[in-house]
T-cell receptor, first 116, second 116 residues
Framework: AQKITQTQPGMFVQEKEAVTLDCTYDTSDPSYGLFWYKQPSSGEMIFLIY??????QNATEGRYSLNFQKARKSANLVISASQLGDSAMYFCAMREGSSNTGKLIFGQGTTLQVKP | GAVVSQHPSRVICKSGTSVKIECRSL??????MFWYRQFPKQSLMLMATSNEGSKATYEQGVEKDKFLINHASLTLSTLTVTSAHPEDSSFYIC????????????FGQGTRLTVV
């Protein structure tokens, strides 16, 4: 069963506007971590933001914020004030359990295009 | 942040030959590294977990005799695609685990393999 689901294959946003990229997850483990990565056309994976399952507040990192709704099992990424350089593929990922190994399960990804 | 270097970034090889891809953690020791495979516009699929000093753990459906993984030191893991065929053409990317703040997995730049 798919554990991480990103239902938006592609998204468009106007420069300077905000955009929300959806991510839902499924796990029975009470301890887990949720990550968002950006992958530009060069292929590198750039870490953006992290949310722990026990974190009380939504994570924020500059223009990135994570809308964490635990009961709904969703962890949407919000990018504010979009820039042309934000055009890339975005992946939501989950680490199950408290094991510190770095093993991640990725969603299908969402391609974001920022229009000037 | 931690730096992971992957080499080569691009390789073209003839069908039937073997190709070795290196993943190095440059400024930290990584007891665990991961190898992913990614087809165009698709997600990262975990192939195997590379453990220093022991055998790699392969995901279901990944042929361990075809994708040889060696993690001989705390800073180097290698993936060898043996007897490559055109269907092995893909983007291969490694990650190394290190806890730095909330970030956990640091990725190499990826290797684009084309088998002709």
């Amino acid at each position: 069963a798919q554990k991480i689901t990103q239902t938006q294959p592609g998204m468009f946003v106007q420069e300077k506007e905000a955009v929300t990229l959806d991510c839902t997850y499924d796990t029975s483990d009470p301890s887990y971590g949720l990550f968002w990565y950006k992958q530009p056309s060069s292929g590198e994976m750039i870490f953006l933001i992290y949310q722990g399952s026990y974190d009380q507040q939504n994570a924020t990192e500059g223009r990135y914020s994570l809308n964490f709704q635990k009961a709904r099992k969703s962890a949407n990424l919000v990018i504010s004030a979009s820039q042309l350089g934000d055009s890339a593929m975005y992946f939501c990922a989950m680490r199950e359990g408290s094991s510190n190994t770095g093993k991640l399960i990725f969603g299908q990804g969402t391609t974001l295009q920022v229009k000037p | 942040g931690a730096v992971v270097s992957q080499h080569p970034s691009r390789v073209i090889c003839k069908s039937g030959t073997s190709v070795k891809i290196e993943c190095r953690s440059l400024d930290f020791q990584a007891t665990t590294m991961f190898w992913y495979r990614q087809f165009p516009k698709q997600s990262l699929m975990l192939m195997a977990t590379s453990n220093e000093g022991s055998k790699a753990t392969y995901e279901q459906g990944v042929e361990k005799d075809k994708f040889l993984i060696n993690h001989a030191s705390l800073t180097l893991s290698t993936l060898t695609v043996t007897s490559a065929h055109p269907e092995d053409s893909s983007f291969y990317i490694c990650s190394a685990y290190r806890r730095v703040g909330v970030a956990e997995a640091f990725f190499g730049q990826g290797t684009r393999l084309t088998v002709v």
